[in-house]
């Protein structure tokens, strides 16, 4: 158990709908970090958060955006949903302090599925 | 650029046998390494880390790894391994301390009885 906890566990939408992926950090963490790991595959980086500002992002295109909250949980909201992007969808939280980040820690993830 | 190779996709072993899966990575500037195990519908966790210092590193569960800096290698070892060992073993390589990761496609690590 990491502390880390990502909501809903699984869903499915239809091609060209919205979704919204929940993250919860583990406590006293600051930055956040999605991954998308389609099957067969190892966790590809869309995006980190750090202080509510996106701090590096990886080859995914705009239609993949987020937030963090002042509580530093997070959001990934997806636009316009296309088949490819069914996966696991992972949550990584860690505490940026004096230049360095601590270990991350995963969540279980958020299994999507685009019909 | 970074990129990671894992070079084998399935290592079937023996209880109590030892193993030893590999990772190759290329990059333009230096890098950390990083080597994590998935379980069945789980997240990641972390298996031991290479930042600076001593080119072995151990880790939790009696994994170790090598850092080679000529052959751009950090290879994954356990002397003897155990049923509850079985699962998907991920290498990362990441150019800062900022947690962002660049994968390798893992290798499935499946012990034998």
């Known amino acids: 158990e990491t502390g880390v906890t990502q909501s809903p566990t699984h869903l499915i939408k239809t091609r060209g709908q919205q979704v919204t992926l929940r993250c919860s950090s583990q406590?006293?963490?600051?930055?956040v970090s999605w991954y998308q790991q389609a099957l067969g595959q190892g966790p590809q980086f869309i995006f980190q958060?750090?202080?509510?500002?996106?701090?590096g992002r990886g080859n995914f295109p705009p239609r993949f955006s987020g937030l963090q909250f002042p509580n530093y949980s997070s959001e990934l909201n997806v636009n316009a949903l296309e088949l490819d992007d069914s996966a696991l969808y992972l949550c990584?939280?860690?505490?940026?302090?004096?230049?360095?980040?601590?270990?991350?820690?995963f969540g279980q993830g958020t299994r999507l599925t685009v019909v | 650029a970074q990129s990671v190779t894992q070079l084998d996709s399935q290592v079937p072993v023996f209880e109590e046998a030892p193993v030893e899966l590999r990772c190759n990575y290329s990059s333009s500037v230096s890098v950390y390494l990083f080597w994590y195990v998935q379980y069945p519908n789980q997240g990641l966790q972390l298996l031991l880390k290479?930042?600076?210092?001593?080119?072995l590193v151990k880790g939790i569960n009696g994994f170790e790894a090598e850092f080679n800096k000529s052959q751009t290698s950090f290879h994954l070892r356990k002397p003897s391994v155990h049923i509850s060992d079985t699962a998907e073993y991920f290498c990362a390589v990441s150019e800062n301390t900022g947690n962002q990761f660049y994968f390798g496609t893992g290798t499935s690590l499946t012990v034998i009885p």
């Open positions: 290479y930042l600076s210092g001593s080119t």
């Open positions: 958060y750090y202080r509510e500002e996106e701090n």
């Open positions: 406590s006293g963490h600051n930055t």
């Open positions: 990584a939280s860690s505490l940026y302090r004096a230049r360095r980040n601590t270990e991350a820690f």
